[in-house]
């Protein structure tokens, strides 16, 4: 079992995880908003 879950306490992991998140956050905000935009326009 810890021989699985040792990549999830890489820092690099970590950091890409986050990075990953935050991206996919923003690009669906993004499309989010031009889909709204042309219903709205």
Do not use: C, Q
């Amino acid at each position: 079992m810890e021989g699985d879950l040792g990549w999830l306490r890489s820092p690099f992991h970590a950091n890409m995880i986050t990075v990953i998140g935050t991206l996919s956050i923003f690009l669906i905000g993004l499309g989010a908003s031009r889909v709204l935009g042309r219903k709205n326009g």
